[in-house]
C-alpha cells in the first residue's frame, strides 16, 4: 500500500497542489544581487536538507513501527502479496474504494492479506471451472448412469 514519505502532507488542509510560481525571467534574475542569490541557494539548502530528514524519520519510524507489530502484534503488522488474476478478473475492489490491480505488489494488514488471498484463490477455481479445466471436478465423484427399462437411474460410484 503506497504511503507518503511526508507526514506533514497529510495535515495540510488543501490537497491540491500549491500553485506553481512563474517563471523566473531574465530582467527578474537582474533584479537579485549575487549575494542575495548565494543566500536564497543557501536558505533552500538548508530547507531541503530539513525536510529531507523530516522524511527519512517518518520513515524509519513506519519500519520501526513495523518491526514492533511483527514482533508484539503480528496480526496487525503488513505483509506483502503479490495480486495474481486470471486474464478475465481485471481487479479486486474491496468495498467499492480499494482496487487492487494484477500483477503488482502491495503490502496490506494480515486481515486484508487473508481476503485478497482467498479472492485470488476463488477467481482461479472460477476460472478452472470456466475452462473445465480437470482441477475443477477433482473432487467431484463420477456418476456411472445406467439405463434400465427405459428409466434413467444414477448410481454413485465409491
Not at 543557501?42 to 530539513?50: H, N
Not at 508484539?72 to 481487479?91: G, N, S
Not at 476460472?127 to 434413467?152: H, P
Request: aromatic letters at 6%; glycine letters at 2%.
Amino acid at each position: 500500500m503506497p504511503r507518503r514519505l511526508d507526514p506533514e502532507m497529510d495535515k495540510k488542509k488543501s490537497i491540491l497542489p500549491a500553485e506553481k510560481p512563474k517563471p523566473l525571467t531574465d530582467e527578474m534574475r537582474k533584479l537579485i544581487s549575487k549575494e542575495r542569490d548565494a543566500e536564497l541557494r543557501e536558505e533552500v539548502e538548508i530547507a531541503m536538507d530539513a525536510r529531507l530528514a523530516r522524511e527519512a524519520e517518518a520513515a524509519r519510524k513506519e519500519e520501526l513501527e513495523q518491526e514492533f507489530l511483527r514482533e508484539k502484534q503480528p496480526d496487525r503488522a503488513y505483509r506483502k502479496i503479490y495480486v495474481d488474476l486470471p486474464p478475465e478478473a481485471p481487479y479486486i475492489l474491496i468495498n467499492g474504494t480499494r482496487c487492487f490491480y494484477p500483477n503488482t505488489e502491495y503490502e496490506v494488514d494480515k486481515a486484508l492479506y487473508d481476503t485478497l488471498n482467498e479472492i485470488m484463490w476463488r477467481s482461479w477455481q472460477n476460472e478452472a471451472q470456466r475452462l473445465d479445466d480437470k482441477t475443477a471436478n477433482q473432487y467431484r465423484r463420477k456418476l456411472n448412469t445406467v439405463l434400465s427399462g427405459g428409466e434413467l437411474s444414477e448410481r454413485h460410484s465409491g
